[in-house]
């Protein structure tokens, strides 16, 4: 790559089983506590309108969740962010419902299903609840997503000079999906992520492609995590950032390629 | 932005395989729509269906793949010699450093719909031969493009509902800005399923004729399925005269409903904007508008009121999925390439299906083709969730 991408970690947000936010999983991940794993719960959605609420999907109260809380811990604007959304597959559940109901002799669909089916559901619903009105995507690259939306992130800092939201989650799919794709259970994270150091920022993140293989973890529990959810390949750049630890980790991306991230914690 | 060339474009529709039938059918002001014998659909609609896309067979290597949607991504990228550019490309620069960015909406999730029709009784367990990361998965199209192609790069596909392959240019430019990548292959495939079919004929969205758009008595849209796909470059010191450049992408949300877009267009006004600020053209030098005109009352009424608040009232405009019906996922990368061809003939594609146009609407939709030199062009591209995407592509001197 003619000069690697650089960006500014202001605040991180994660949820998944035994992770229920960023400071406890800070924590597990910095070895100062024993890890859980509980299956992950989801706070109620508070952010959208009641009849919104309604219609909302377990991956949409994941990502906007995750959301959320990483502009709450930067104290930034969510409606000025532009945003990354990256899922390797979207609502399962929702998915399940609507081939069920087109293997069914009536094929019913309900409209809330079908709005519900697209990939960017949740950065639909992340607009409605927060007004953002800047440019928002939504990734999939099956394992890789949470590389291709780490990257995708970092190409619209250094191009657009902007503060991106990048969001990464994943949830179970329910039988018969489950045992063609089994994701264990829902995981998300956030990370806000600057192109110039602010006060507040956390580490300073640059991220090149890389043959080298990705970190695993110690604990074979988070490892399972890691290597079973695909916005879990996270794992290993948020132990860093857990331990403010200056140090180079690998992650998983796509089959020939990895991301090479070096972590400068800014204190 | 700096302006990138499409050293390759190449789209398969209902309209045909390739450049020369697509632009021979846009040129005889042909529709592609017939009425809907796909599947076991019983919907009274209309639906653009590529012919022969299941006599198609991946490479034994790449059979991991075998959908519907790989099987018309497979289509078309033979046409047009598209695949022989791409690997020329790829020996040159490396095939690391080309990247690939599609979109789709559904991938190969008809696949899907027809296993869960074989479920095991006993179970519920589906088929033994269910594929779900070769065919269900959104990414599928990608994994099986990056493959057939021998792409090293970084690769994505963006699913962003009917924007989804008009956001890939935005994407992959910037990729090539930011030195990621050397070029790019971008593009959307989407093909028909039950999903789409179904779920549009729920929100009374799919109209029973071939659809009108712009139509004082529009009733919605035709769906339809295609393969569209662009090799983008940086360009020569001075581009060959006649190349087509993308001169300026603009991405913006409505943050207002799901599946409705912002009754005054915002969002979308929003995109032309930007799209106008990063090819550094005012709005009166843009000379022919693809509109999204999907053909539903509510998405034409909202993209009048953006283009007439952005581009005025006179622009010469017209929905081409009259004839192509609506792709989906597929619209950006095929309405794109659509543009590169008025751009290199110096056509604009009359809208096709349309008789009476709204006057309600107060835009110049082209109900005839017209012939004049172009030199800057606009594609619009909205999508459920409130995503719009804008891109101008111009033609060098």
């Known amino acids: 790559m003619s000069g690697a991408l650089t960006a500014w970690v202001e605040s991180v947000a994660l949820l998944g089983p035994g992770l229920p936010d960023w400071p406890s999983a800070a924590q597990v991940l910095a070895g100062t506590a024993a890890y859980d794993p509980h299956p992950t719960v989801l706070p109620p959605l508070g952010c959208l309108p009641p009849a919104e609420r309604r219609r909302t999907g377990k991956v949409v109260r994941l990502a906007l969740t995750v959301g959320l809380e990483a502009v709450a811990r930067a104290g930034a604007d969510a409606g000025k962010l532009p945003a990354v959304f990256s899922s390797s597959g979207g609502d399962g559940e929702n998915c399940h419902e609507i081939c069920q109901a087109l293997a069914s002799a009536e094929r019913q669909i309900s409209p809330t299903r079908f709005h519900n089916s697209v990939h960017n559901a949740a950065s639909g619903y992340w607009g409605i609840a927060t007004g953002a009105t800047a440019a928002s995507n939504a990734l999939c690259a099956f394992d890789a997503s949470f590389g291709a939306g780490l990257l995708e992130a970092l190409v619209q800092i250094r191009v657009d000079e902007t503060p991106v939201l990048l969001i990464a989650y994943d949830a179970d799919y329910p039988e018969p999906m489950r045992s063609v794709r089994p994701i264990p259970d829902a995981f998300a994270v956030a990370l806000l992520l600057t192109p110039a150091a602010r006060q507040g920022s956390m580490a300073r993140l640059t991220v090149d492609l890389s043959a080298a293989s990705a970190e695993r973890l110690a604990d074979p529990q988070l490892e399972a995590l890691r290597a079973q959810v695909p916005a879990a390949r996270s794992l290993p750049l948020l132990r860093r950032l857990a331990r403010s630890e200056r140090a180079a980790v690998v992650l998983d991306y796509l089959e020939s390629q990895r991301l090479r991230i070096e972590v400068s914690p800014c204190h | ?397």
């Open chain 2, 1 to 397: 932005m700096t302006p990138l060339a499409l050293t390759a474009f190449t789209a398969t529709s209902c309209l045909g395989r390739g450049l020369g039938a697509t632009f021979a059918a846009l040129e005889g002001a042909r529709t592609g729509l017939a009425p809907c014998r796909f599947e076991t659909v019983t919907l009274d609609t209309h639906v653009g269906e590529v012919a022969g896309v299941d006599d198609e067979r991946l490479p034994g290597e790449l059979e991991e793949f075998e959908c519907r949607n790989n099987r018309l991504a497979l289509l078309g990228l033979r046409q047009d010699a598209f695949d022989e550019a791409v690997r020329t490309a790829a020996g040159r620069l490396g095939p690391k450093r080309v990247g690939l960015w599609l979109g789709t909406s559904t991938s190969g999730i008809l696949e899907t719909e027809l296993a869960y029709r074989r479920r095991d009784p006993g179970t519920g367990a589906l088929p033994a031969d269910f594929r779900y990361r070769g065919a269900h998965n959104t990414f599928s199209v990608a994994a099986f493009v990056r493959r057939a192609l021998g792409l090293e790069g970084p690769a994505a596909v963006i699913s962003s509902a009917c924007s989804s392959s008009a956001k890939v240019f935005a994407s992959a430019q910037r990729a090539i800005a930011a030195g990621l990548v050397d070029a790019a292959v971008v593009g959307g495939v989407d093909s028909l399923c039950l999903t789409t079919l179904y779920g549009f004929h729920s929100l009374q969205l799919v109209a029973r004729t071939p659809c009108r758009p712009f139509d004082v008595e529009r009733d919605g849209l035709s769906i339809g399925e295609a393969a569209a796909f662009a090799l983008l470059e940086r360009p020569e010191s001075r581009p060959a005269a006649g190349s087509v450049l993308l001169l300026g992408t603009g991405e913006s949300s409505d943050a207002w409903h799901m599946s409705a877009p912002h009754p005054e267009g915002r969002g979308a006004s929003a995109a032309m904007t930007q799209a106008l600020a990063a090819a550094r053209l005012a709005p009166d030098e843009i000379d022919y508008l693809n509109f999204h005109g999907t053909g539903t009352p509510s998405n034409d009424a909202a993209e009048a009121r953006a283009v007439a608040a952005v581009l005025g009232t006179r622009i010469p405009g017209s929905s081409t999925k009259g004839a192509t019906g609506h792709t989906l996922g597929a619209a950006g990368g095929l309405e794109a390439v659509i543009c590169a061809l008025a751009l290199r003939h110096g056509l604009m594609p009359g809208g096709v299906n349309t008789r009476s146009i709204d006057p309600a609407l107060g835009v110049a939709y082209l109900l005839e083709n017209r012939r004049a030199p172009l030199e800057a062009v606009m594609s619009n591209s909205f999508g459920f969730g409130g995503s719009n995407c804008s891109l101008i592509f111009g033609r060098a001197a």
